[in-house]
């Protein structure tokens, strides 16, 4: 099994920026995509952004131009780097990796105050 620790999520106000973080550890075998999803309340959860293995990343519209995403693959840790956060951005963020099936995270709070 693989297991997903994220971290980074807090309270920053409108315009600010919060790095998360995902690292994998566990039975991995070999991690292909990584990324992000999001819930905000009363809401369906959203992709958020994802990265190959090979580092090709992509984003939804909503956060691309603030919102980049990376990884580590010594590590088997992806970050996501958000700026000028808006209070729409507050959600649940949950990661997710690729590796003989899909894994999640237990999701970090990020909460953008006007």
């Known amino acids: 099994q693989v297991q997903l620790v994220e971290s980074g999520g807090g309270l920053v106000q409108a315009g600010g920026s919060l790095r998360l973080s995902c690292a994998a550890s566990g039975s991995i075998s070999s991690i292909n995509d990584m990324g992000w999803h999001r819930q905000a309340p009363g809401k369906q959860r959203e992709w958020v952004a994802s990265?190959?293995?090979?580092?090709?990343?992509n984003s939804a519209d909503s956060v691309k131009g603030r919102f980049t995403i990376s990884r580590d693959n010594a590590k088997n840790t992806m970050y996501l780097q958000m700026s000028s956060l808006k209070p729409e951005d507050t959600a649940v963020y949950y990661c997710?990796?690729?590796?003989?099936?899909?894994?999640w995270g237990q999701g970090t709070q990020v909460t953008v105050s006007s």
């Open positions: 997710f990796v690729v590796d003989r099936g899909i894994h």
């Open positions: 990265i190959t293995s090979s580092g090709r990343a």
